[in-house]
């Protein structure tokens, strides 16, 4: 939640230059926080109530001076008439969600006082929900969220609705779970059942406090009986939650309070699987040294801790399973070994060196070349010793077919292929040429030209 706060901020950007009437030069005393300069332009008759029509969703000044806590000027603005409840255009945020995200106390009370409405709600919009706001989210839901619980305060003494949920179930709890704001996850707790509060989702309240790395309430929700071995609607526990975002002390925490090291989510991963994604090596240490499974297969490709590990590049975590006795030609489901899902050159080599069977082949005859996620140096390394850039795969497709097919396709990579003798005629068993699969028009181009030279 912080962080999804901050990035909507930081989108804000303010750009007031160039303007040259009353108006415009009240924007840029108030955003240049000028108290005495925005008193003498409202006294000669400057709209309290202007826009910024050349800002991103075009807030108000009492936006801007709300955002930035300027008291004085949002002192002078509202005894000129400006409006509490005026939105921009942007998810519907006034002024108080301004004050209630950056922690504005004093701000909110001169809001509330003029008569901000306490429960306002922003509006629905599918851009900004790719950001994180969500049709629903009151200022209570923000100040909690970002932990400032003097704001929060100020608007539960107001009346805000602390029972409040947003279009994706999101509580005013799950917010003060997150944000650590205990005091209110009390007082919402003699409200109603807080066991039962998830959003839709299925989380509960242990999930976001994981999420905020609030030990506190943590502690505090497993002491009011809440299941440290609760799945969410991917079957995802508490535990895997912690383990993919490298939190060793919630991870020590939820095992010591009974957390199961094996469990597994609907695609059959482990919390150690998302740890070795994750790259936290003392997490990954701790799940093993508690008995999780480092062979286990799971996600939808079957593969293993060390297969992810491999192909995220965490040379340490890699080097420790195979310390630890994991094959280095394990395969997944796919028959995919972790070379063939390494990505960068570094990790190509460790693996080499501890034996890894360069010629391996998946299941669909795939070798080392076919893997499109390939970096240039990593594809230049592996042809160094010795892999075959003729390599068929079942379909009769070569390794430029795939590098040539891939929407992530490298041109530099593919003329690396030509070359060192690839065929830019080779047809697989659908009749197709490189050319055919290709997407990328410079790659397009180069298979165009050297098809005409080399007939």
């Known amino acids: 939640m912080k962080i999804k706060f901050i990035i909507f901020l930081s989108i804000l950007m303010l750009s007031v230059n160039g303007w040259a009437d009353i108006n415009s030069d009240l924007v840029k005393a108030v955003d240049n926080n000028k108290v005495k300069k925005v008193a003498e332009l409202l006294k000669k008759g400057a709209n309290a109530n202007t826009r910024s029509t050349t800002a991103m969703w075009k807030p108000t000044i009492l936006h801007l001076a709300a955002k930035n806590g300027y008291v004085q000027i949002v002192k002078l603005l509202l005894k000129k008439g400006a409006k509490v409840n005026v939105t921009m255009s942007f998810a519907g945020f006034t002024p108080l969600h301004y004050a209630a995200v950056e922690g504005h106390a004093e701000v909110a009370r001169l809001l509330i006082k003029k008569g901000a409405k306490v429960d306002f709600k922003t509006n629905d919009s599918a851009f900004y929900s790719s950001l994180g706001i969500t049709k629903g989210d009151t200022p209570l839901y923000m100040a909690a969220g970002m932990g400032h619980s003097d704001v929060a305060k100020l608007l539960v003494a107001k009346k805000a609705n602390i029972l409040s949920k947003d279009e994706n179930g999101d509580t005013i709890a799950h917010a003060a779970c997150e944000g650590g704001v205990k005091w209110l996850v009390q007082l919402i707790a003699k409200k109603t059942d807080i066991k039962k ?14 999420e905020g790395n609030q030990q506190k309430i943590i502690k505090w929700l497993i002491s009011k009986g809440f299941d440290v071995n609760a799945k969410d609607d991917y079957g995802k526990t508490l535990l895997h939650s912690a383990a993919e975002n490298g939190k060793i002390d919630i991870v020590k925490l939820l095992v010591k309070n009974g957390a199961k090291v094996t469990a597994l989510d609907d ?58 006795g994991v094959p280095v030609d394990i395969r997944d489901k796919n028959g995919k070994t972790p070379l063939m899902v390494a990505k960068e050159k570094d990790m190509i080599w460790l693996l080499l060196k501890n034996g890894a069977n360069l010629h391996a082949k998946a299941n669909d005859g795939s070798s080392v070349l076919h893997n499109s996620d390939l970096s240039v140096e990593a594809f230049k390394y592996l042809v160094s010793k010795g892999a075959d850039i003729h390599a068929k795969d079942k379909n009769g497709s070569t390794p430029l077919h795939s590098q040539a097919g891939s929407y992530l396709s490298d041109v530099k990579l593919v003329q690396f292929l030509i070359d060192k003798g690839a065929n830019v005629h080779a047809k697989n068993k659908d009749n197709k040429k490189p050319l055919d699969l290709a997407s990328n028009d410079k790659v397009k181009k180069l298979l165009k030209r050297h098809m005409k030279t080399k007939k």
Do not use: C, W
């Not at 509060?197 to 994981?210: E, F, Q, T």
């Not at 990954?284 to 491999?310: E, M, N, W």
């Open 267 to 324: 695609s059959k991963s482990s919390p150690l699987h998302e740890a070795a994604e994750n790259g936290d090596i003392e997490v990954v240490q701790f799940l093993i040294d508690k008995g999780a499974d480092i062979k286990a297969r799971g996600g939808y490709d079957g593969d293993t801790p060390l297969h992810q590990a491999a192909s995220h590049g965490n040379i340490v975590i890699v080097m420790l399973f195979l310390e630890k």
């Open 197 to 210: 509060i998830k959003n839709n989702n299925k989380k509960d309240l242990l999930y976001s406090a994981i």
